[in-house]
């Protein structure tokens, strides 16, 4: 176990619903990230909270909505999400000193899958 | 860009043998770091190497790093069928920032 927990471990929804996608991380990081990783494709960065600010957005579409309530915890919500969403999300967190790099720690994934 | 490139895409070796995979990336860095990731699972840090060191070893795992051919190696030694996963070099983006830039990975399979 790596300290990062992520619930659901699958969902599968259709292109009309709501859901959200959770992580949680039990290792005092103030930064944490969400992935997707889909197939045969680098990882791609969508979203990176430090402090519990949003400080990067790398041009993810509004279906997809991030949240930080506090710096344990973060969500990411889904509406009508398209069959090319479909991906394994992955959440990651690390310790942030002003840009210095640190190592992340990944949860195991959330594997969606839009119909 | 960045992104680290591994090379091979994709590894098959016998159970005892030693595996390399390399990655190449494009800018200076001041570390590059190694995760694997088993199928369907998140990944793993493995082994972060600083720009001012050459080689690093944990375990079964040797890093090595070439500031000046801008690659690395990573070398699994004795290679066991548990090692089957991908492999994932990552480099800093901007010289030093915390947003990690992953490569597509090395698929490596252990056959036993």
């Known amino acids: 176990e790596t300290g990062v927990t992520q619930t659901p471990r699958h969902l599968v929804m259709g292109m009309t619903n709501k859901k959200s996608l959770k992580c949680e991380q039990h290792?005092?990081?103030?930064?944490m990230y969400w992935y997707k990783q889909s197939a045969k494709k680098p990882l791609e960065l969508m979203f990176v909270?430090?402090?519990?600010?949003?400080?990067e957005n790398n041009s993810v579409p509004s279906r997809f909505s991030p949240e930080c309530p506090n710096s344990s915890h973060l969500f990411l919500h889904l509406h009508t999400l398209q069959p090319e969403d479909s991906a394994l999300y992955l959440c990651?967190?690390?310790?942030?000193?002003?840009?210095?790099?640190?190592?992340?720690?990944f949860g195991p994934g959330t594997r969606l899958t839009v119909t | 860009s960045q992104q680290g490139e591994e090379d091979p895409q994709a590894l098959s070796i016998q159970e005892g043998e030693n595996a390399t995979m390399n990655c190449s990336y494009k800018?200076?860095?001041?570390?590059l770091q190694w995760y694997r990731q088993n199928s369907g699972r998140g990944l793993v840090h493995l082994i972060l190497?600083?720009?001012?060191?050459r080689e690093k070893h944990s375990g079964r795992l040797r890093v090595t790093l070439d500031t000046s051919k801008k690659s690395s190696s990573l070398l699994i030694t004795a290679s066991r069928a548990a090692d089957t996963a991908s492999y994932f070099c990552?480099?800093?983006?901007?010289?030093?920032?915390?947003?990690?830039?992953f490569g597509k990975g090395t698929k490596l399979t252990v056959n036993p």
């Open positions: 990651a967190s690390s310790q942030d000193f002003g840009g210095r790099v640190y190592e992340q720690y």
């Open positions: 290792l005092g990081h103030n930064a």
């Open positions: 909270y430090s402090l519990e600010e949003r400080v």
């Open positions: 800018t200076s860095i001041n570390n």
């Open positions: 190497i600083r720009s001012n060191e």
């Open positions: 990552a480099t800093p983006r901007q010289g030093g920032s915390e947003k990690l830039v």
